[in-house]
């Protein structure tokens, strides 16, 4: 069984520029969330995807936006990079509330650095 | 709007001492997570908690929930060194595995 898997690890961005995050997310689990975790805080619920729609989202600006394919593997995109959106995002899969399943797994995360 | 708190912030305690953290939380909830983070790595899950009551135990360290207090503690006993990490707490507000996460405890543990 693989676990949740993140690309890429690191990248470095100017403001203003438009970045893209994978996410494939853990076999059988349908649905994917992102949270954003900046350097020394909990990480911060961006958005979730469930069967390709946002099912949820945080207190994040549109320009953060993101797809769910039929793989179940997802985008996070953000535009317009700002020095702010530096941090490590995290993706995480899991059954839809209610399946019975409880567990999240989060993949190990792609650093961004925006400059 | 959902408010997860924990504390302390930071916590250096010696080897095979005893010590809690705590998570208070602000709305009703019946899910709570427990997670530990060393650095520069992903969450690792240690706690689902599901229910008023629930306790789980896992080596030197066991977690609760009170949801009528809406509290948590993460109590570590006898800790040891490798034991060092961040941890956090994260509750499940709406019923769909969107967590609100607490801004975590920062554990060292000194020979």
């Known amino acids: 069984e693989t676990g949740v898997t993140q690309s890429p690890t690191h990248l470095i961005k100017t403001r203003g520029q438009q970045v893209t995050l994978r996410c494939s997310s853990q076999?059988?689990?349908?649905?994917v969330s992102w949270y954003q975790q900046a350097l020394g805080q909990g990480p911060q619920f961006i958005f979730q995807?469930?069967?390709?729609?946002?099912?949820g989202r945080g207190n994040f600006p549109p320009r953060f936006s993101g797809l769910q394919f039929p793989n179940y593997s997802s985008e996070l995109n953000v535009n317009a990079l700002e020095l702010d959106d530096s941090a490590l995002y995290l993706c995480?899969?899991?059954?839809?509330?209610?399946?019975?399943?409880?567990?999240?797994?989060f993949g190990a995360g792609s650093r961004l650095t925006v400059l | 709007e959902l408010k997860v708190e924990q504390n302390p912030l930071f916590l250096s305690m010696q080897e095979g001492k005893n010590y809690t953290i705590y998570c208070n939380y602000s709305?009703?909830?019946?899910?709570l997570y427990w997670y530990r983070q060393d650095p520069g790595k992903s969450l690792e899950s240690l706690f689902v908690?599901?229910?008023?009551?629930a306790v789980k135990q896992e080596g030197r360290l066991m977690a609760s929930l009170d949801t009528k207090a809406r509290l948590s503690t993460l109590h570590i006993t006898a800790a040891v060194h490798d034991l060092s990490a961040t941890y956090f707490c994260?509750?499940?507000?709406?019923?769909?595995?969107?967590?609100?996460f607490g801004g975590g405890t920062r554990l060292m543990v000194k020979p």
């Open positions: 995480a899969s899991s059954w839809p509330r209610g399946s019975g399943a409880n567990v999240l797994t």
């Open positions: 076999s059988g689990h349908n649905t």
């Open positions: 995807y469930y069967r390709e729609e946002e099912n």
């Open positions: 709305t009703t909830s019946d899910r």
């Open positions: 908690l599901l229910s008023n009551g």
């Open positions: 994260a509750v499940d507000g709406n019923a769909g595995n969107m967590l609100t």
